[in-house]
């Protein structure tokens, strides 16, 4: 009894878009196309050893435009820095097919949450998920809020603290 409150999207043959094919992007592009997704994925700066990682079913694109337009699910994987603060903004939220769901698990301040709140109003955006939702997301129609819980394990403090090392090494030995 219910149960159709509970309704979600079959993902099966959708197309997921990956912004951002570094450790995590090649990680969610490589499960989700495991999960029979259509995956593209887009990263300018994408370099060899990350798309060696990348499964050959994975397309990935020149142009975040066209991407964005075909793409079901945008899953974003990209750092917060100067030039990727409100990243997806009111002109790319233009670009996306209409009822496109944004994932966002990377970082808050990568989406303006003025241009989100009136795309998720008019249905644009039909759903935006985040474990970084500010006190403007809380409130929004169809924003799913979850906890940032990726570093709260036992294991993750250890992992945390041998990729740090491994950064560190690769930057002395290769400068990287």
Known sequence: KGKSNFGGYEIQGKTLLVIGLGAIG????????QLGMDVVGFDPYLGVSQALKLSNKIQVARSLETAMANADFISLNIPLTPD??????REKMGQMKT??????????????D????????SGQVARYVTDFPDENVLKMK???????LGASTEESET??????????????ENGN
């Open 99 to 112: 009822g496109v769901k944004i994932l966002n698990f990377s970082r808050g301040g990568l989406v303006n």
């Open 114 to 121: 003025d241009d989100l709140g009136e795309a998720l109003e």
């Open 159 to 172: 992992n945390c603290a041998i990729m740090a090392v491994d950064q560190l090494r690769e930057y002395f």
């Open 26 to 33: 090649v990680l969610v592009a490589n499960a989700a196309q």
């Open 84 to 89: 990727t603060k409100n990243y997806i903004c």
């Open 142 to 148: 169809n924003a799913i809020c979850i906890p940032h």
